[in-house]
C-alpha cells in the first residue's frame, strides 16, 4: 500500500508539480490549499507524513504545525520561501521534523521525505532503556520521565534514542546525523541544537544546566550514563 502524504500548499502550480512528482515515486498524495482545511484532513484521516507550506492564505504554517502536533505526532516536512532562519528554528522548536526552503529541487524533498519517514517507520529493538527516572522504549517509540510520557516529534525521538544507545560516548554533529542517516545539512545548520533544545526542556530538572544530554564544547554532546 501507498504511502500517503498530506500536502498543505495554496500554490496551484508547485502543489500540482509536488503531488505528481510524489506520486511517480510511489506515494499516495492528498492536497489542501489553506491550512484550516489541512487541519481538518489531518484530524479525519490518517496519513503517513505531512508537507507543509510555513505561509498560507488563512492561517500562518507555524500555527498549523502547532495544532496539528498538539494531537498527532505524524512527520512533518515544512517548506518556507522566508530568509529569515528564525522561521525554521521555530519551526522545529514546535514540532517540524524538517524543513526544505523555496526554491528547492524535487529530488531533495523527495530525500527528505523518505528520510523522515524511514526515523518513523524503522524498526527499533524491542528493549526498553531505563536512565534514572528517564525510561526509553524504542518499541514503541515513546520516553517517560516519572511514567509521564514526554512530548517529543518523531525526529527529536530518534535523536534522544540515538544518544542513549551511545550513552557515555561523545557524539558530533555529524555522527549523530549518520547514525540517524539523515542528510547532511549547511555547515551553518543548527538543527540539531534545536531538537536538543526541546528534548532537555522535557527530561531534564533544568534544561539551562543540563545532566543528561550534556554539551561537549567543540566536540558535540554526550548522554551522560549517571542515574538521577
Keep these: 500500500m501507498a504511502e500517503r502524504i498530506l500536502l498543505i500548499e495554496d500554490d496551484p502550480r508547485?502543489?500540482?508539480?509536488?503531488?505528481?512528482?510524489?506520486?511517480?515515486?510511489g506515494f499516495a498524495v492528498t492536497v489542501a490549499g489553506r491550512g484550516n482545511d489541512g487541519i481538518a484532513l489531518e484530524a479525519r484521516e490518517a496519513f503517513d507524513a505531512l508537507v507543509l507550506d510555513l505561509m498560507l492564505p488563512d492561517i500562518d504554517g507555524l500555527e498549523v504545525c502547532r495544532r496539528i502536533r498538539a494531537r498527532s505526532q505524524t512527520p512533518i516536512l515544512m517548506l518556507t520561501a522566508r530568509g529569515d532562519a528564525m522561521d525554521r528554528v521555530v519551526g522545529l522548536e514546535i514540532g517540524a521534523d524538517d524543513y526544505l526552503p523555496k526554491p528547492f529541487e524535487p529530488r531533495e524533498m523527495l530525500a527528505r521525505l523518505r528520510a523522515i519517514l524511514r526515523r518513523r517507520g524503522r524498526e527499533q529493538?524491542?528493549?526498553?532503556?531505563?536512565?534514572?527516572?528517564l525510561e526509553i522504549d524504542a518499541g514503541s517509540r515513546t520516553a517517560r520521565r516519572d511514567g509521564n510520557e514526554?512530548?517529543?516529534?518523531?525526529?527529536?525521538?530518534?535523536?534522544?534514542?540515538?544518544?542513549?544507545?551511545?550513552?557515555?560516548?561523545?557524539?558530533?554533529?555529524?555522527?549523530?546525523?549518520?547514525?540517524?542517516?539523515?542528510?547532511?545539512?549547511?555547515?551553518?545548520?543548527?538543527?540539531?541544537?534545536?531538537?536538543?533544545s526541546r528534548i532537555r526542556a522535557v527530561i531534564e530538572d533544568d534544561p539551562k544546566k543540563p545532566r543528561r544530554i550534556v554539551t561537549v564544547r567543540g566536540s558535540g554532546y554526550v548522554f551522560a550514563k549517571a542515574q538521577d
Excluded at 508547485?14 to 515515486?25: F, H, I, R, S
Excluded at 529493538?125 to 527516572?133: A, E, K, Q, T, Y
Excluded at 560516548?169 to 540517524?180: F, G, L, N, P, Q
Design 125 to 133: 529493538r524491542n528493549d526498553v532503556l531505563r536512565f534514572g527516572r
Design 150 to 196: 514526554c512530548a517529543l516529534t518523531g525526529y527529536q525521538f530518534s535523536l534522544l534514542l540515538s544518544l542513549a544507545q551511545h550513552a557515555g560516548r561523545v557524539m558530533s554533529r555529524d555522527a549523530i546525523m549518520d547514525a540517524m542517516k539523515h542528510e547532511k545539512l549547511d555547515a551553518f545548520d543548527r538543527s540539531i541544537d534545536v531538537h536538543i
Design 14 to 25: 508547485l502543489a500540482e508539480m509536488v503531488k505528481n512528482y510524489l506520486g511517480e515515486a
